[in-house]
């Protein structure tokens, strides 16, 4: 779970853009809809955000994109400022992965596409950037019975190597994270504000250190609370998991409901599932109404239940989002067609497909496992993605042919 936190020119330059550097930086960053006309003008003109580092005229590039070439100019000249948040932010263990970078979550991107964050702050567990499991999502303000429903969802999860994904917020949120850790799971958080505090909590620490917790946010390490950043991160929540679980919503009120209606909402959306018990609020059967689906019974194995209920990890080619500038690369499509989705959730086709990919590849990857070794390493020796690594080594743990180890996180055959 090592990290070189060495960074591209790429997200250089898009933090010089986009970033706030700085407590009391007064700096005009470009908003994301800002950064997605200039995405398009440089797609156009065949540059990466890298290229405007040594731009020679950076005047011309600034009106083809519609800012403000003083602007523009100022915002890329903050290398002193951007130098000191980096070394603040590695102190404190947190990293940055832009949108033009390979270990940008690829499920995100797909998903979102432009509307992507085109930057994340990250503490905890790279190879979780992998995202994929069960989103647990729910009002503050939950009863007991909701409470204690997130907390069965989430034990399950972690006894099935099925991430959980969460906001972090106080209630549902909170109950799910920390049951999923408690339980030995591993745990993806999408807080809106005030990452670094997060991470400073007991059970994040703890979690942090055991390679079982990722926390990330598209937002300034230390943003406070913003009704607008919480709202906007709903969205990302769904885009990091395979399915999602709404354990309690109020018709029409609250971050909870608006995050639900908007993903059912998408033409192509994650699964969504409600609890429906006596005594839930009304939003949750409401959302049944607008196409989410009653959370099915406990059963012995939740993962194979979920793929049975059909539809989610089925995203067509015609969904897949290209990549920062433009077709996708040949690895990337290759990527794309061979995903392992068995262990996230997939059916038929794609299932036989992957397969067949997953087998081809285990011999290699026991072959490497003499000794234990973390995700990264494996996937450096095999010169593959740190995202489809994790997927692979997922799969083989479900499979019992390789043991996850913590303090660190490593691999070792079964």
């Not at 779970?1 to 970033?19: E, P, V, Y």
């Not at 979780?128 to 909701?146: M, T």
């Not at 991470?199 to 607008?228: C, M, Q, T, W």
Request: glycine share 10%; proline share 4%.
């Amino acid at each position: 779970m090592t990290r070189n936190t060495s960074i591209s020119a790429d997200t250089k330059s898009i933090l010089l853009l986009c970033g706030v550097l700085g407590k009391s930086a007064r700096a005009r960053i470009l908003t994301q809809s800002e950064y997605t006309v200039l995405v398009r003008h440089l797609i156009k003109t065949g540059l990466r955000p890298g290229d405007l580092l040594e731009a020679s005229d950076l005047t011309q590039i600034a009106l083809g994109a519609r800012i403000d070439p003083d602007r523009f100019s100022n915002l890329l000249s903050r290398g002193v400022q951007l130098g000191f948040a980096l070394e603040e932010w590695e102190r404190n263990g947190i990293w940055v992965v832009s949108r033009g970078e390979q270990e940008y979550p690829e499920r995100m991107k797909k998903h979102l596409g432009e509307k992507a964050p085109p930057l994340l702050f990250c503490i905890g567990n790279p190879d979780l950037l992998a995202g994929g499991g069960v989103a647990v999502v729910g009002s503050r303000n939950v009863d007991e019975k909701g409470k204690l429903f997130a907390r069965r969802v989430a034990k399950q999860c972690a006894l099935e190597n099925l991430p959980v994904v969460s906001g972090g917020a106080r209630g549902v949120d909170q109950t799910a994270m920390l049951a999923c850790i408690e339980s030995g799971g591993d745990c993806i958080g999408i807080v809106s504000d005030s990452l670094l505090r997060h991470s400073l909590e007991h059970n994040a620490r703890k979690a942090i250190s055991d390679g079982r917790l990722l926390l990330l946010s598209p937002y300034h390490p230390e943003a406070g609370f913003s009704v607008g950043n919480a709202m906007a991160r709903n969205k990302l929540i769904y885009a990091m998991a395979q399915y999602a679980v709404v354990v309690s919503a109020e018709t029409g009120k609250g971050g909870t409901w608006t995050g639900a209606r908007e993903e059912l909402a998408r033409s192509i959306h994650r699964q969504v599932f409600v609890r429906i018990e006596e005594g839930v609020p009304t939003g949750n059967r409401t959302l049944i109404e607008l196409g989410a689906e009653k959370w099915p019974e406990a059963g012995s194995n939740l993962a194979e239940t979920l793929v049975s209920l059909g539809k989610a990890g089925r995203e067509t080619n015609a969904a897949i989002q290209n990549d920062l500038f433009g077709n996708m690369s040949s690895a990337a499509q290759a990527r794309e067609t061979a995903r392992p989705y068995a262990a996230a959730g997939s059916a038929g086709a794609d299932t036989k497909l992957s397969s067949s990919v997953f087998q081809a590849v285990m011999p290699l990857i026991l072959e490497r496992l003499d000794s234990p070794k973390s995700g990264n390493q494996l996937a450096d020796e095999l010169k593959v993605t740190r995202n489809q690594m994790s997927i692979w080594l997922k799969l083989a743990i479900q499979q019992g042919v390789i043991r996850k180890l913590h303090k660190p996180v490593r691999y070792t055959r079964a």
